[in-house]
């Protein structure tokens, strides 16, 4: 157990939908980051937030917006979905801002838009 | 650009070793991972390097080379629970990873 928390675990929804996915950090990490990861594409970075700020983005879509509160839990929402943005979405946290030399995933959240 | 290239599969007996190599081409270089991840599972740490040369941990191994833009990683006395994919990631100017598409190992008796 890395102690990253994701929930939910799976997800189906339908194209055009919104969902919301979360992530709990590890206690005392106040990076968070978002990835996805297809299997055509590999792990893609999304986002990443450092105590409560954004610190950095990578390829997210402009229908996908995410947000870390106070308390380090992160949320990342997607909106208008389509069959393409099936896929796993991971979240990993790290204590550093700069990432340090590892990074803790969670177990995931496979999301299914049909 | 950033490219991180990897082969796709390799497959190996138990008890051997294998060399699984990456290469990459990125704007900058603050660190080299490697990941281990079994199907629907998360990614978990296995190495880090950030100067040229080898990190040995147990049973798995690390080769940097910041010139040749090449690392490696090196697995001995294999097992079967080793059947997995290797993901080499690499941090560049950022602070996020990016990753190769990954290495899938089965590993037969």
């Known amino acids: 157990d890395s102690g990253v928390t994701q929930t939910p675990k799976h997800l189906i929804t339908a194209t055009g939908q919104r969902v919301t996915l979360r992530c709990s950090p590890r206690s005392g990490d106040l990076s968070v980051y978002w990835y996805q990861q297809s299997l055509d594409q590999g792990l893609q970075f999304l986002i990443q937030y450092y105590n409560g700020e954004e610190r950095a983005k990578g390829n997210i879509l402009e229908r996908f917006s995410a947000q870390q509160f106070p308390d380090l839990h992160s949320e990342l929402n997607l909106s208008s979905l389509e069959l393409g943005d099936s896929a796993l979405y991971f979240c990993?946290?790290?204590?550093?801002?700069?990432?340090?030399?590892?990074?803790?995933f969670g177990q995931g959240t496979r999301l299914t838009v049909v | 650009g950033q490219n991180i290239d990897q082969p796709t599969e390799m497959t190996a007996t138990e008890g051997a070793i294998v060399q699984i190599n990456c290469t990459y081409q990125t704007s900058g270089f603050n660190g080299l991972f490697w990941y281990q991840q079994h199907a629907g599972e998360a990614p978990t740490f296995l190495s880090y390097?950030?100067?040229?040369g080898l990190e040995e941990k147990g049973r798995f191994s690390s080769f940097l080379s910041r010139s040749k833009g090449y690392s490696y990683l090196l697995l001995k006395e294999l097992q079967m629970k080793d059947s997995a994919s290797y993901l080499c990631?690499?941090?560049?100017?950022?602070?996020?990873?990016?990753f190769g598409k990954g290495t899938t190992l089965s590993v037969s008796s």
């Open positions: 990631a690499v941090r560049d100017t950022g602070t996020a990873l990016i």
């Open positions: 390097n950030v100067l040229d």
């Open positions: 990993a946290s790290s204590a550093e801002g700069d990432g340090g030399t590892e990074a803790f």
